[in-house]
């Protein structure tokens, strides 16, 4: 993991142990954030900024998602992606269409594998 997502997944523990759990959806919004941008470096074959022949397509901004989750209804940014053919990108650990505690559950524990 480079220095970039190590920084970002430090800012998130920080909110965790400033807040505690009475800020636990918004903790859980970030985490879940920089695991749908590590989703979409992989997808794209390279990170933010850097340019390599393996590269397929480009970073293309964030929509927003809001999820229901036993801690309640988090907002997401979803990251999006151009130019690169037919295979669309949508992050595995998100059901399109739905905003399901299961989606959600599911992802936490991709993430935390």
């Known amino acids: 993991m480079d220095r970039r997502k190590d920084t970002a997944l430090e800012a998130v523990l920080e909110q965790l142990i400033e807040h505690g759990p009475g800020e636990i959806a918004s903790v859980f919004a970030?985490?879940?954030?920089?695991?749908?941008?590590?989703?979409?470096?992989?997808?794209?074959?390279?990170?933010?900024?850097?340019?390599?022949?393996?590269?397929?397509?480009?970073?293309?901004?964030?929509?927003?998602k809001r999820i229901d989750t036993p801690a309640g209804t988090v907002s997401v940014q979803v990251p999006k992606t151009a130019g690169h053919g037919e295979e669309p990108f949508y992050p595995q650990s998100l059901e399109r269409g739905r905003r399901s505690v299961r989606s959600v559950m599911l992802a936490v524990a991709e993430m935390y594998v």
């Open 30 to 64: 970030r985490a879940f954030e920089l695991a749908m941008q590590i989703e979409r470096e992989r997808f794209l074959g390279a990170s933010h900024y850097e340019r390599t022949p393996e590269r397929h397509g480009y970073a293309n901004g964030y929509k927003p």
